[in-house]
């Protein structure tokens, strides 16, 4: 349920519809619009309360929400939720951006050969794995907190906004310290401690889809991070399992156009893993941004080859500035621009 507040209501009326109903054992969230202050009610809500609360002064309207997400739902918050994620980058609203950078972070030098040929090509978020989430316990697994202090030193030195994946209710605070932007992976969708915890830090928070989660799962999955106060959460649809073969994951960008209608939030959409293969990358980065994904996250190895992960999906940093050049030309021929790369420095080198 969401009680519409009128546009000159008192803040004493605004906090007479919290205090009613905290009193009933609910939990209030004010969410300020663009436009207006609406105020969901969370909880199991008996459907009563709908006419009791239209009555409070200063109340304009009270509506049930059908669907059960709450907070990512679009008819909390009409206008597209628009996240500063650090230096200058912003993520939702009418221009996309890009997020690259290598699956893992393998080594200083292997990080800032990719970092520095995303930030020439105009990136905008560093991305890079520290915690890897590998499917066999014999694979390389990240340099872990070593990573991450790479991560935020290349970060630095090219005045990018940095992402990277948060395993563990173990590393929340070190990750935190680390990045700007916490990822939640694809495995860990429904790990919802886990999504709470994130929350909290009130970080950025990127929240991929399951490999077999629903829209509605993975919206729910988003109120979690929501629910903590924490209004910064990007979705990220990294494709889903099929019975195809041929690649990794079917990238599903009706979720993506879908999500975008539904939700509020930023949508990412990653054909990396969404793929599996390189020559798959820039086709499906085109399609995202002509279905309204807010960005794509690509993987970039200076020498895929040799990647200890996914290599077989990694592009070049040259491979990753020509597909810059046509998803940018793509982006503002349909009359949403790419954003400004980072103002801060470019590389030292
Ligand atoms: C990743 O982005 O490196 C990753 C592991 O992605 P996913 O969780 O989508 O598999
Ligand atoms: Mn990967």
Redesign the pocket.
């Known amino acids: 349920m969401i009680v519409i507040m009128k546009l000159d209501h008192e803040p004493a009326q605004r906090q007479a519809v919290v205090d009613r109903i905290e009193e009933l054992g609910l939990s209030a969230q004010p969410i300020h619009g663009e436009s207006r202050i609406v105020i969901a009610v969370l909880g199991q809500v008996m459907p009563e309360l709908r006419d009791e609360l239209a009555t409070i002064d200063g109340v304009d309207e009270v509506i049930r929400i059908s669907k059960p997400y709450k907070l990512s739902n679009r008819e909390v918050h009409r206008e597209d939720t628009v996240i500063d994620v650090g230096r200058g980058v912003r993520i939702g609203g009418k221009h996309p951006v890009f997020m690259a950078g290598p699956?893992?972070i393998e080594s200083l030098p292997q990080l800032r050969a990719a970092g520095e040929g995303v930030r020439a090509a105009g990136a905008h978020v560093l991305?890079g794995?520290a915690f890897?989430?590998r499917s066999s316990p014999y694979s390389f697994q990240g340099l872990g907190v070593a990573g991450l202090a790479m991560l935020k030193e290349v970060g630095d030195e090219l005045g990018m906004p940095t992402i990277t994946?948060l395993l563990s209710v173990r590393d929340v605070d070190v990750v935190a310290q680390h990045a700007d932007i916490l990822?939640i992976?694809?495995?860990n969708m429904a790990n919802f401690v886990l999504l709470a915890e994130a929350g909290k830090t009130g970080r950025p928070v990127m929240l991929?889809r399951g490999?077999a989660a629903t829209i509605e799962e993975w919206l729910l999955a988003a109120d979690y991070i929501l629910n903590e106060g924490n209004p910064n959460v990007i979705l990220?649809e990294?494709?889903i399992r099929t019975f195809e073969t041929a690649t990794r994951n079917t990238l599903d960008l009706n979720a993506v156009a879908l999500a975008k209608r539904l939700s509020h939030l930023p949508v990412i959409s990653?054909p990396s893993?969404g793929t599996g293969k390189w020559y798959l990358v820039r086709p499906m980065a085109m399609g995202s941004i002509a279905v309204g994904a807010d960005g794509v996250?690509i993987?970039v190895h200076p020498n895929p080859d040799h990647a200890l992960?996914?290599g077989a999906q990694s592009l070049t940093p040259a491979n990753f500035a020509s597909l810059a050049n046509e998803v940018r030309a793509l982006a503002a021929a349909i009359g949403r621009p790419f954003a400004a790369a980072p103002a801060g420095p470019v590389a030292a080198g």
């Open positions: 699956c893992s991305r794995g890897k989430p994946e990822q992976g694809a495995r991929k490999m990220c990294r494709g990653d893993h996250m993987e992960s996914d």
